[in-house]
């Protein structure tokens, strides 16, 4: 794991049809520079990379994934389940995500993290939203690491928030806690960055009952970039 500044700024666009996920993005993100926050279909953002919430086995057959999945074109749930084979032997735990190219010019990359690991999972009880959207933005370190500045825009709808029943304001926070880390630190390992984050978001009553929490990452093993 890596202290790091980020050396350009990233746009980050947070798009949703649901009116209460918008509201509580404006309340979570009110101090956070940077973030553009509207109501619309993230099918509509001219951005570099869009991130979409799925499950384990990368299969788009529901909520966002279908739309963009449709969007697209069916070669997009190829490619993402071609990467989830090779890089995670089929199965992409949640605090995982992988970026592919989406064979469109808008946008360049789909970056693909679950929320789930089945379709339509209930996981309003659980740390996936923080633990999909802290992948998804380290996903855009990676791929800007192997080629710096393909991803300077990304768009990202309400995580869980739909299919997986996480309540708009538990959704707004813990996205809010992914983002911040991103703008802190690069993980080389997930195990670490999961680890990082379930130690410190244990109680997801507490973690989440009305306040955001800032990832604070273990001394040990962090290094200045």
Known sequence: MTVNPVPSPLK???TDLNTA???AWRAAFADTPGIEIRKGSILDEDVDAWVSP???RGRMDGGVD???KRYLGAGIQLRVQRA???GFG???PVGSAVCVPSGAVKPKFLISTPTMETSAQNVSETLNVALACAAAFQAIHRQNDKEPGSIRSVALVGMGAQTGRVPARVCANLMWTGYTLFNDFC???DD???STITAQLDDIENATGGRRVRIAPPRRGASRR
């Open 12 to 14: 980050v666009v947070l």
């Open 21 to 23: 996920v918008v509201a």
């Open 54 to 56: 799925t499950n384990s």
């Open 66 to 68: 279908a739309a963009v």
């Open 84 to 86: 989830i084979r090779d």
């Open 90 to 92: 089929g199965t992409l």
């Open 187 to 189: 993980f080389e390992d």
């Open 192 to 194: 670490d960055l999961r």
